[in-house]
């Protein structure tokens, strides 16, 4: 068992594809429990989605593809927030407008840009391919994120519950809710290396949506959302290792066989605890 772990690791590049993927997948983690509360789980699909033509772009004139995919990704917020405000639409028809837009845009793009082979990681990632130079990047961009959300973690959290209420007290509402949705632009571009823009969005959504499960208060469920980050990226890189299979999508799987266990097995709002006392008699059940 000891052998079948560090085998892989005598590879540089399995080093550097485990290392971020953990990095990617727990930043993921942290800031899905927010989206999943604050019910911007659409959001941050849009976000994801919207990024594509904008790192095509950046490949075509030589830029880095970071910048062109934080650029869309905050023009899909722009957009979105601008559609909304001149138009009777509901929210989640303007996200749908906006990011459909720019994906299919972006999908124009690659289909006429060589090199597509390139491209097409973009949209798939391509974790076992990371360079020390990505894994830096990575890495620079993750702790930034975690530095903001881990400092002003508390008014995210009540702007998350009480809106009305962080406004009364005077929290800038607006800025803070601007903030968390440049941090979802940068968390997309994070990821976009190790699971691409297609499988980014279930990272940003199955981490919060199992510690919402399992966890009672939002301390405890910001941290399983992390763990279940990190450990879907150690047993998804270990497992395309072991079985040849795609790292982004083992990584993904793994994600949601923990949310399979949590939805099942959570103390509090699993499926088969609940069946259980719905099922015991009304005497025997212990008082709320």
Known sequence: MIDSLLQPLNYEFMQNALLVAVIASTICGMLSAWLVVMGWSLMGEAVAHSVLPGVVLAYIFGAPLAVGAFVFGMLAVGLIGGLGR?????????????????????????????????????????????????????????????????????????LTFDRTHAHAIGLPVAALSATLLVLLALTTVTALQTLGVILVVA?????????????????????????????????????????????????????????TCAYLFSPHRGVLPRAIRSRMPQAAQPSS
């Open 203 to 259: 990272m940003l959504i199955i981490p919060g949506a199992t510690g919402f499960l399992v966890a009672r208060t939002f301390p405890v469920m910001l941290g399983i959302s992390a763990a279940v980050g990190a450990a879907a990226a150690v047993v998804g890189v270990y497992a395309s290792w072991w079985w040849d299979i795609s790292t982004g999508g083992a990584i993904v799987l793994s994600a949601s066989a923990l949310f």
């Open 86 to 158: 001149s138009t009777v639409l509901k929210r989640d028809t303007t996200i749908g407008v906006v990011f459909t837009s720019l994906f299919a845009l972006g999908l124009v793009l690659i289909s006429r840009t060589p090199s597509q082979t390139h491209l097409q990681h973009i949209l798939f990632g391509n974790v076992l391919g990371t360079s020390r130079t990505d894994l830096l990047q990575v890495a620079a961009l993750a702790l930034l994120t975690a530095v903001v959300l881990l400092c002003k973690r508390r008014d995210f959290t009540l």
